[in-house]
């Protein structure tokens, strides 16, 4: 069993940065491929940034490439997306997710979630 808490978001103006965590408690979280989600009001949920057990192995949706970076420190259980560069089309409710399995683009392939984080961007 694996409790996700995310944490970090907040109202930015467009071009800002913004840093979310999530801290995982439970054992055994190198045992899990991490995610983050979002979604936003009317919208579907849609896959943002993946990373394997190790940290070695990440994956971005084309949207976020070369603005967002996800990283993770198996030592103190977190996860970390680093947002850059900020669009108005980001605003969303950010989700941390973890894969017992699988590492993916699917959420249904995703164990367990957070609460989700409110990011907002103005322009």
């Known amino acids: 069993q694996v409790q996700l808490v995310e944490s970090g978001g907040g109202l930015v103006q467009a071009g800002g940065s913004l840093r979310l965590s999530c801290e995982a408690s439970g054992r055994n979280f190198n045992r899990y491929g991490m995610a983050w989600f979002r979604q936003a009001p009317g919208k579907e949920r849609e896959f943002v940034a993946s990373?394997?057990?190790?940290?070695?192995?990440?994956y971005y949706a084309d949207s976020v490439k070369g603005r967002f970076t996800i990283f993770r420190d198996n030592a103190v259980n977190t996860v970390t997306l680093q947002m850059m560069s900020l669009k108005p089309e980001d605003t969303a409710v950010y989700y941390c997710?973890?894969?017992?399995?699988?590492?993916?683009?699917?959420?249904?392939?995703?164990?367990?979630w957070g609460q989700g984080t409110q990011v907002t961007v103005s322009s």
């Open positions: 997710a973890a894969a017992g399995v699988i590492v993916t683009s699917r959420g249904s392939d995703y164990d367990y």
């Open positions: 990373i394997s057990r190790s940290g070695g192995s990440t």
